[in-house]
């Protein structure tokens, strides 16, 4: 009997790269520990638990018979409405639960809504350097991630007259990461304005991923004023993630903003992906949405002074420099001209103790950064790095 060939995958698939901090993650399992304990700038968690008040309404939601029942597709009404209430008071306007929809994590978030804007063979702006999820997603979805390229010089902030040059007929969204990961740039209200209506001029979705809205540097008063304008259903989407602020990341909540006719079609896809968000998680965020407020804002001051920290602990070291840094992220140059940032990210993680993601995980014309989590470690971790990065040579 002849042998008989593998069946095929999903070529698209094939194409789309690995997750990246994995690979990362194994050139910290080498390090000796001989400089202490390491310092691991991979991921963007939080570095400490919620509060134990929102822990225990967790376990009480968990014991309710209820919450192993299937709730909404779309998320229980109860956080639904709470999330209305909520992203009302930050923007000052008023939404309606029917325009919000939960989902198990952003990355849900946006997977469904990529799934309901563009099909295969379209394209999506995205700035670079960007966030390799939102790459991967589109491209094992056949669509094509247009980069749209930002530079140090502009802060990493994304020119809407570069964009509009990038748009042809097959694109259909232009997505935007503010705060940024990995850069930690944040972008100005005007900025976004101007692509709400570049986007709304040539018929395209603007997504703006706010995963990172909780930490805006003190004085903010909101994040932008898009969702104040009339008619921003036909041509804006917010997603945003519960795991940052409320220190939550392994109860995977995220929502969706949108016009309820888009979220009536996003609630097709997520009926066939996760038929409801965790129950029990949606409850005990209902609550907290209140309830650890004042957590909240202190953590945000905490985590929004470590940008600060990194900068003073950056700035002795000769040939590092600091190209942006905000409440959760940093981009570095480093100072090894010609090495491949991979290598250079290994050896500080082999030899130093220091965990950074290689500035290619983020985009073409990456090599010669590094991506520093700073939330993620408490103040005097930060502190070590000035000392750790010292003397490292090509």
């Known amino acids: 009997m002849p042998m008989s060939s593998p069946a095929a ?33 991979s991921q963007a968690v939080p570095g400490s638990p919620p509060p134990d008040a929102l822990l225990r309404k967790l376990a009480d939601a968990a014991a309710e018979p209820g919450s192993t029942r299937y709730g909404g597709i779309t998320g229980d009404a109860s956080l639904r409405e709470g999330y209305a209430a909520e992203i009302s ?6 939404f309606a639960p029917a325009e919000t929809a939960i989902t198990s ?26 966030y ?25 902030v994304p020119d809407v007259e570069t964009a509009e040059a990038l748009i042809d007929e097959r694109t259909r969204a232009i997505v935007l990461v503010t705060p940024n990961n990995p850069t930690g740039a944040v972008y100005p209200p005007e900025t976004i304005a101007a692509f709400a209506a570049l986007c709304a ?56 903003t949108a016009g309820e006719r888009v979220i009536a079609q996003i ?43 990194f900068r003073e602990a950056m700035a002795p070291l000769n040939g590092w420099r600091v190209l942006s840094a905000g409440a959760y992220f940093a981009y570095v140059a480093h100072p090894f001209a010609g090495a491949r940032a991979a290598a250079v990210a290994r050896r500080l993680a082999e030899e130093r103790g220091v965990l950074a993601l290689p500035g290619p995980y983020f985009g073409p014309g ?7 989590a700073i939330a993620n470690v408490a103040a005097d971790r930060i502190g070590l790095l000035g000392e750790r990065l010292a003397g490292l040579s090509a």
């Open 132 to 156: 390799f999820n939102h790459e991967m997603t589109l491209t094992m979805l056949g669509v094509e991630p247009r980069p749209l390229p930002c530079t140090p010089g502009s802060g990493f």
């Open 366 to 372: 990456q090599e010669g950064h590094l991506r520093i």
């Open 105 to 130: 994590g952003c990355n849900q978030a946006y997977v469904v809504t990529m799934m309901a804007l563009a099909r295969a063979g379209d394209n999506v702006l995205l700035p670079t350097p960007w």
């Open 267 to 309: 609630g097709k896809v997520l009926d066939c992906v996760q038929i409801s968000p965790v129950r029990a998680g949606q409850a005990a965020v209902t609550w907290g949405i209140d309830g650890i407020r004042a957590w909240r804002e202190r953590n945000r001051t905490e985590i929004n002074a470590r940008a600060s920290l």
């Open 9 to 41: 995958l999903n070529p698209d698939l094939l194409d789309t790269g690995t997750p990246p901090i994995p690979e990362a993650q194994g050139w910290a399992r080498a390090y000796d520990g001989s400089r202490g304990p390491l310092v691991d700038l």
């Open 201 to 256: 001029r040539r018929g395209l979705w603007l997504v703006l991923d706010e995963t990172y809205r909780d930490f805006l540097p003190e004085g903010v008063a909101r994040p932008h004023e898009v969702f104040a304008a009339s008619g921003w259903q036909d041509s804006v989407i917010g997603l945003y993630s519960f795991s940052k602020a409320y220190a939550v990341p392994g109860w995977r909540l995220g929502a969706i």
């Open 89 to 94: 008071r930050i923007y000052g306007t008023a």
